[in-house]
C-alpha cells in the first residue's frame, strides 16, 4: 500500500497561487477526499501528483522517495481526469486494454492485465459490450478498471462523479469506497461537493485559494470545523453576530444582536471582542412551549424533506433562523405552531472571532 | 392569473420518443416541479410550454386559452436556464432592465421596475457591478430580475440552481421559493435534483422515459409512491427487498425475504411475489430484539454525514440494508446491533413484471 507525502507544494500561476505551502500526507491504504469551492487548487494539486504539472518548489514522495523527477507513466499513480469517459465505439475490453496498447505490451500480457482489472471491479463477463449498453455505475467501474489496469496503487480521481445525476452520484459513492478498500488502493478524491466528501472519506483536506483549511475526519471537520468559512462550506449554518460579555473555564457568555444573552461552550475569547456564532441548522432545537426557556419566534416556512423538515423561525428582530427537525415531530408543528421557541444547546454552538476582512469575503464560496 | 395546462402532448425525435401523451394542470401561483432522470423528457416539456418547441401532439393551454400557435414573446412567459446568460459589458442594472419590453417603457416606470425587482431580490449593493464581479449565484439571481422585468407572471426554470455550487445553491431555493410567493408567480421548475424538488415545490410531476409516472405534493410522493421507481427516485436511497407473501397474521401479512419473515401490511394475497420498500430513515436500531419484526444483523459500512450517519447492515439472512440514524446513535463497523421495522412503515408493491431491476433503472 501506497504512502503519499506532500511537502510545502507552491505553484504560481501568474500572479495567482494556485498552491500556498500545501503539505500533508496520506497513509497507505487511506481514502483521502480534497474539497474545496471552484479555483481551490484541488486539480491543480491532483495533476502536480500526476506529473502532468510541476510546481515551483517542494516536494512529494511516495513510500518515502521523491517522484518528482519521475515521468508520469514512472510514477505508478492512476490519473482519472474530471469529465472522463470511455470510448463509445470501443468495447469495455479495448476500452480497458487501450492504455497497455499505447505501451506496447504485448497482446497475451494485455489480455492477463486486462482480465485481472475487469475482474477486480466485476465486469469481465461484461467485456465485450459497448459503453453505451452499459448502466452508470458499470461505466464508472470500467474506467476505474481503466486506471487500475496499468498496476497503480495510488489511484488520483479528479471529480469522478459530478458528472452523474444526484442520485446515481449518491449511490455510487459507497461503491467506490468499498471497491478502494477491497483492493487495498490509497486514493486521492477531489470533488467541489462537500456531501460527497463526507460519505466517502476517512479523511477530508478542505482547500480554499490554495491553502489547506482542515486536514480531518468527516465527523471532526463537520462537528469543530477550523474556521469560519470551512463551517459555512461543509454544510449549512446559521450566524449570528454579537460579543463576548465574559469568557472564563470554557463558558462564554455572548450578547448576541437579534437574540440578547447567550451562553455557549468556547475558548480563548476575551470579554469585549466581536465574535460569530454558527448554529448547524439541526441543533437548533424547536419547543412548543417556553417551560424550559427558549427564545421566542414564529415559523414562517415548513418544508418537508422525508427525514427532516426544515423549518424556517422569524425572530421578533426579523432575522430568520433555519431549523432541521426530525419529521416525526410534523404533528407537533402543525397542531402548537406558528408560535414557537427556539433552544440554543450551549454545547453545539461554534464560535468565532469577527473576522477582520469582513464576513462576506470569509464566507464567500470561492 | 397564469394556469398552464398540457393535454395529450407527445414528441417525438425520429423514433425516440421525448414526451408521450403528457396530461397535466399548473395552477395559478403554485410552484411546481418537474422531476426525472437525464433523458426523461423534462426540459422538452418546458420547452413546449415557453414556446421554444412545438409538440406534435396535444395542447398546450396558459389562462385558458390555446397557445400552440402563440409565438414565445407573446406568451408572458420569464425564462431561466442552468447556463446564465447575461451581458458581460453591463452592469447589473443595466442586465435587469435591458429587456426590449422594459426599454420600451415611460423611464420613471423602467426605474420603479429595476428598483423593486433590485430590493426584492437583496441586489441593492450590486447594481453597479458587472457579471463578472458577481459569484455564479448572485449572477443568476440577476439572471433572475430581467427574467421578471418584463412583468412575466409565469416563470419557466430549467435546472437554474445546476451551475451553482452546492451550498450557495442551497440557499438559492429557499430564496427562489420565497420570490415566487412574495410576486404571486406561477413557477415551473425542470431538476433532476429530487432534494431540490422537495425543498421548493408545491407539487412536483415525476417524470421517466418521456411519460408522467406520478404527480403529487413532496408528502405523497414520499409516503405513496405509485411505482418502485418513485420510490426509489424521491427521498434519496432505499431499500428494495424481493419476497413473497407466505402467510395471514390477523391485519398483517408475512413475507419471506430470503428466509427471513417481515410483518407488513399488504393487499396482495399469499403466495404473491412482492417487493418491499423500506427507507433507510424509517429503520429503528435497537440494543436488543423487540417486538417481532426484529432482526439481529451487523454493521458492515458506516458514514458520517453530517445531519445523519449512514450504515449499511447484514442482517442474519444476508440480505443488506441502508439505514440512516440521527448523528448520536455511534455504531462501529463490525458491531452487532438489532433493526425494527414497523409494519405501517414498510411500502408494499406487486412485483413487476419486468423484474425490480428494470422496474427502477435510472434512465
Known sequence: MKELTVIEVTKKFGYVKALNKVSFSVKGGEYVVISGPIGAGKTTLLRIIAGLLEPDSGDILIDGS???????????????????????????????????????????????????????????????????????????????????????????????????????????????????????????????????????????????????????????????PANLFVASFSGEVNILEGSVIKSKRGIVEIEVEDFGYLKVEGDGLRAGERVVLVYRPEDVIVKFSQEEGGYEGKIISARFLGMFIVVEIELPSGKVIRSYVPSYLMKELERYGPNVYLELPPDRALVYLYPREGLTKVLAMG | MPEVMLVGVSKYYGDVVALEDVNLKVFDREYFCVIGPSGCGKSTLLKIIAGIVRQDKGNVYINGKLVDTVPIEERGVGLMFQEIYLFPHMNVWDNIVYSPNVRALDPVEVVRIGRELIDTLSLSFRRKNFPEELSLGLQQKVALARALASGAKLLLLDEPLGSIDPRSAIELRFELRRLVKDLGLTAIHVTHNQEEAMLIADRIAVLRKGRVVQIGTPEELYFNPQTPFVARFIGGENNFLVGEVVREEGYFKLVDVDGLIIRCYSKHSLGKKVVLSIRPEMVFVLNRRRGSNSFKGVVLERSFLGKYLRYLIKLENGVKLIVKTSPELVLNEGDETFINLQEDRIIVFKYPSEGIDKAITYE
Do not use: C
Not at chain 1, 497475451?108 to 448502466?135: D, Q, T, Y
Not at chain 1, 461537493?193 to 460519505?199: I, Q
Open chain 1, 66 to 224: 521523491s517522484i518528482l523527477p519521475l515521468a508520469p507513466e514512472e510514477r505508478n499513480v492512476a490519473y482519472m481526469p474530471s469529465g472522463f469517459t470511455l470510448f463509445p465505439h470501443m468495447s469495455v475490453y479495448d476500452n480497458v486494454a487501450y492504455g497497455l496498447r499505447a505501451r506496447e505490451l504485448n497482446e497475451e500480457e494485455i489480455k492477463k492485465r486486462v482480465k485481472s482489472a475487469l475482474s477486480l471491479v466485476g465486469l469481465w463477463h461484461r467485456r465485450n459490450s459497448l459503453p453505451h449498453e452499459l448502466s452508470g455505475g458499470m461505466k464508472q467501474r470500467v474506467a476505474l478498471a481503466r486506471a487500475l489496469v496499468i498496476g497503480a496503487e495510488l489511484l488520483l480521481l479528479d471529480e469522478p462523479l459530478s458528472a452523474l445525476d444526484l442520485l446515481l452520484n449518491i449511490e455510487l459513492r459507497y461503491e467506490l469506497r468499498r471497491l478502494a478498500k477491497t483492493l487495498g488502493l490509497t486514493v486521492l478524491h477531489v470533488t467541489h461537493n462537500f456531501e460527497e466528501a463526507m460519505a466517502i472519506a476517512d479523511r477530508i483536506l478542505v482547500l480554499r485559494r490554495g491553502v489547506i483549511q482542515q486536514y480531518d475526519t468527516p465527523e471532526v471537520v463537520y462537528k469543530k
